[in-house]
């Protein structure tokens, strides 16, 4: 009888054991498919967003040579036709094969060709010296409606992924879960497999968490500089907006906009100026203190979160700081202050009731620096200067 009842038991053990071990093949399989999703998503969202910027390239270098003539502005023109349709092909073959995402692909196809034939239409133009016809073209607004289109497939298409993206790791993180599960139930019922079962779940979990790191870490953080990028300084500024709004204690906002540093671009190309940023990163991390956040919110601009209420005089001289830290050479290519800041400031909630009037009421300060003589502070409402400019080379 305790035989038979042993051996009963370990039937039943065997099957338990099978059973879950169909199932843990299962999430495993459904994992690796998870994560074949996930990169069929990033390649889509990636190229995306590459069409656009070459797009614009291509834009910017189409006026700038209708307005100088210079040739050497066609540079990004003729790199970014080509870039344009990789990008686009890219996409295609990303293996992402929403149905409506294909749909907008091709008709964003159709825009970027459109918008490409316009550009090409006003650059031969201009070649031929038809100045007048040339701008003639620019002016009906086809290619700017065109981009506005692009625009705005891209942005919902970019959405869309991303919001599959989440729910893809939301289900990744919860078969993770199971499979870990269903794996420490089978290492209690055969100690001799759960050794090498746990070691192996140990290794996918480190990678796992790792890619979930990065993942984050990407959607939060701005590659170049490691700085929090708009997306985190927005939910940031919002935390921090209600925060204020329920203690009644106010923060400040300033807005900055490097000075010359499409110069740096132009001149030293594209390489010295992401250098430039990530030294610009480093120096004005280096003046923050305590309740003061920092990020980049794209190209030549950042942002400040400073948390408590502090008087003009007090953001001047913080200003001046910011301002004079960029003084010194910032690169081994550069004199000393080849590259300056200017600095808008707004208060909330003296300068706006929410988050978008209180951005709107910096970047006028900003304006006004911007042409009130650049590397000063302006301050919102009075639009005022309250500061010396830069250090000159």
Same mark, same amino acid.
């Given at each position: 009888m305790p035989?038979?009842r042993s051996?009963?038991? =370990?039937a039943?053990?065997?099957?338990?054991i099978v059973?879950m071990s169909?199932f843990?093949?299962?999430e495993v399989v459904? =994992?690796r498919r998870?994560?074949?999703?996930?990169?069929?998503?990033d390649? %889509?969202r *990636?190229?995306?967003?590459?069409?656009l910027?070459? =797009?614009?390239?291509?834009?910017t270098a189409?006026r700038?040579?209708?307005?100088?003539?210079d040739? !050497?502005?066609?540079q990004p023109?003729?790199?970014?036709r080509?870039?344009?349709?990789d990008?686009?092909?890219?996409a295609?073959s !990303?293996?992402?094969?929403? /149905?409506?995402? &294909?749909?907008?692909?091709?008709?964003?196809?159709?825009l970027?060709?459109?918008?490409?034939?316009?550009?090409?239409?006003?650059?031969? +133009?201009?070649?031929?010296g038809h100045?007048?016809a040339?701008?003639?073209?620019?002016?009906?607004?086809?290619?700017m409606?065109l981009?506005r289109?692009?625009? $705005?497939?891209?942005? *919902?298409?970019?959405?869309?992924?991303? *919001?599959?993206?989440d729910?893809t790791?939301d289900?990744?993180? $919860?078969r993770l879960l199971r499979a870990?599960?269903?794996?420490? &139930?089978i =290492?209690?019922?055969?100690?001799?497999m759960a050794?090498?079962? #746990?070691?192996?779940l140990?290794?996918a979990a480190?990678?796992?968490?790792?890619?979930?790191r990065?993942?984050?870490?990407?959607?939060s953080?701005?590659v170049?500089t490691?700085? /929090?990028n708009r997306r985190?300084? $927005?939910? #940031?500024?919002r935390?921090? +907006?209600?925060?204020?709004?329920?203690s009644?204690k106010p923060?400040?906002?300033l807005?900055?906009d490097? $000075?010359?540093f499409?110069?740096?671009?132009?001149s030293h190309?594209?390489g010295v100026?992401?250098?430039?940023?990530?030294?610009?990163?480093?120096?004005?991390?280096?003046?923050l203190?305590?309740g003061?956040?920092l990020?980049?919110?794209?190209?030549d601009?950042f %942002?400040i979160l400073?948390?408590g209420e502090?008087?003009?005089?007090q953001?001047?001289?913080?200003?001046?700081r910011?301002?004079h830290?960029?003084a010194p050479?910032?690169? /081994?290519? +550069?004199?000393?202050g080849?590259?300056?800041v200017?600095?808008?400031?707004?208060?909330? /909630? &003296?300068?706006?009731?929410?988050?978008?009037? &209180?951005v709107?009421a910096?970047?006028?300060?900003?304006?006004a620096s911007?042409?009130g003589?650049r590397?000063i502070?302006?301050?919102?409402?009075?639009g005022?200067s309250?500061?010396?400019?830069? *250090?000159?080379?």
């Amino acid at each position: 009888m305790p035989l038979r009842r042993s051996g009963a038991t =370990l039937a039943l053990a065997f099957a338990m054991i099978v059973a879950m071990s169909v199932f843990f093949v299962s999430e495993v399989v459904d =994992l690796r498919r998870a994560m074949g999703e996930l990169r069929r998503n990033d390649t %889509a969202r *990636i190229q995306l967003r590459n069409v656009l910027l070459n =797009l614009l390239n291509v834009e910017t270098a189409q006026r700038g040579f209708l307005l100088t003539g210079d040739v !050497s502005a066609l540079q990004p023109y003729h790199a970014g036709r080509g870039a344009v349709r990789d990008s686009l092909r890219l996409a295609a073959s !990303s293996g992402y094969e929403h /149905p409506d995402f &294909l749909r907008n692909l091709r008709a964003l196809g159709v825009l970027a060709e459109s918008k490409l034939a316009e550009v090409d239409h006003t650059v031969q +133009l201009r070649r031929q010296g038809h100045d007048a016809a040339a701008l003639a073209v620019v002016r009906t607004g086809y290619g700017m409606a065109l981009m506005r289109q692009a625009r $705005d497939i891209i942005g *919902i298409e970019v959405e869309r992924l991303r *919001i599959a993206r989440d729910a893809t790791m939301d289900g990744f993180n $919860d078969r993770l879960l199971r499979a870990a599960v269903i794996l420490v &139930l089978i =290492l209690t019922t055969v100690v001799c497999m759960a050794v090498q079962a #746990w070691r192996s779940l140990l290794a996918a979990a480190r990678n796992n968490s790792e890619l979930a790191r990065r993942l984050a870490l990407e959607a939060s953080h701005d590659v170049l500089t490691g700085l /929090p990028n708009r997306r985190f300084f $927005d939910k #940031w500024a919002r935390r921090l +907006l209600a925060k204020s709004q329920r203690s009644g204690k106010p923060f400040t906002l300033l807005a900055l906009d490097l $000075d010359r540093f499409k110069d740096v671009n132009d001149s030293h190309g594209h390489g010295v100026g992401d250098e430039v940023l990530k030294a610009v990163a480093v120096r004005f991390q280096a003046l923050l203190g305590g309740g003061e956040f920092l990020a980049r919110l794209g190209g030549d601009e950042f %942002a400040i979160l400073i948390e408590g209420e502090l008087s003009r005089h007090q953001l001047a001289r913080f200003g001046e700081r910011l301002i004079h830290a960029l003084a010194p050479s910032l690169h /081994p290519q +550069l004199a000393a202050g080849a590259v300056g800041v200017s600095i808008g400031a707004a208060s909330f /909630p &003296l300068d706006g009731r929410d988050l978008e009037g &209180l951005v709107q009421a910096a970047d006028d300060a900003l304006y006004a620096s911007k042409h009130g003589g650049r590397g000063i502070v302006s301050f919102a409402r009075a639009g005022a200067s309250m500061h010396t400019q830069a *250090i000159p080379a």
